[in-house]
């Protein structure tokens, strides 16, 4: 089944462990843990998602390349600004199981 999630003026944690709740097929009758699921989500206005408190201005995102001394750290207005979709798909993947199934169920995850 194919679900279609409107991301305007809602927060972005609950929103993405709605979507990992839906990727792991927890609403689906035929749940099983150790399969990926058959749902897939679509997302769309990804860029009217909202954040409370002062997560805006002091949430850091980072990413490191590999050398000594290259941690690099954006704050979520930045991201934002850069490529929303991107905060929601870390969002999401960072809430499914950290396993084998996980590179499979963020496939099925489509954002507009």
């Known amino acids: 089944m194919e679900y279609t999630i409107d991301a ?3 927060t972005l944690g609950r929103l993405a462990s709605e979507i990992a ?3 792991q097929g927890k ?5 099983n843990p150790r399969l990926a699921g058959a749902d897939s989500v679509v997302v769309t206005n990804v860029k009217d998602m909202t954040v409370t408190g002062n997560k805006a201005t ?6 490191h390349t590999g050398y000594m001394g290259h941690l690099h750290s954006k704050t979520y207005e ?8 991107k905060v929601l798909r870390h969002a999401v993947e960072r809430m499914l199981p950290k396993n084998t199934l996980r590179k499979k169920r963020m496939l099925r995850l489509t954002i507009q």
Do not use: H, V
């Open 27 to 31: 609403k689906s009758a035929y749940y």
């Open 78 to 85: 930045q991201l934002m600004a850069e490529d929303p979709k």
């Open 21 to 23: 709740g839906i990727l």
């Open 58 to 63: 002091q949430k850091r995102y980072y990413r």
């Open 8 to 10: 305007k003026n809602k």
